[in-house]
């Protein structure tokens, strides 16, 4: 049986129709169908990853020809990483230096001058912050939009 037979079967032990989880993963009715026709090969990566998104099946076992569920992956970790990523969740505080010491940080790096200047009239530096951070630093007040002072 081919990945987008399997791919197809398994849609439709989840949902009533084709139609139906096309109209939830938001994606055309054709495309879902002329995966299954023309092969997952032939398809975009954002589809395909929409699909196992909806499905929560994971993409590489997808693409290896195998119906894997994200499931199946959480039952088979260990208790370590278990209360690993129960301690991740539980300190928000940490998580920025943990996907930092991981290098799995999702925020885009964003170059800036830095604007003080010393005596020495040295160089201006460059520095990086994360688009989230420079957003924050534009609509921070100035001073010279307080009132109060």
Request: glycine share 4%.
């Amino acid at each position: 049986m081919s990945i987008e037979q399997k791919l197809e079967r398994y849609i439709l032990s989840k949902y009533k129709s084709i139609m139906q989880f096309a109209k939830i993963a938001n994606l055309p009715y054709t495309t879902v169908k002329g995966i299954f026709s023309r092969g997952i090969w032939g398809t975009s990566i954002q589809n395909i990853t929409r699909i196992c998104n909806v499905l929560s099946i994971d993409i590489n076992a997808l693409v290896n020809g195998e119906i894997k569920t994200m499931v199946d992956n959480i039952e088979k970790m260990t208790s370590h990483e278990r209360r690993v990523i129960s301690e991740y969740r539980a300190k928000p505080e940490m998580q920025p230096a943990v996907d930092k010491l991981l290098g799995v940080s999702d925020d885009e790096m964003v170059a800036v001058p830095v604007a003080a200047r010393s005596e020495s009239n040295r160089p201006v530096e460059i520095m990086y912050i994360s688009k989230e951070k420079l957003e924050l630093l534009e609509n921070t007040k100035s001073v010279e939009d307080e009132v109060d002072l």
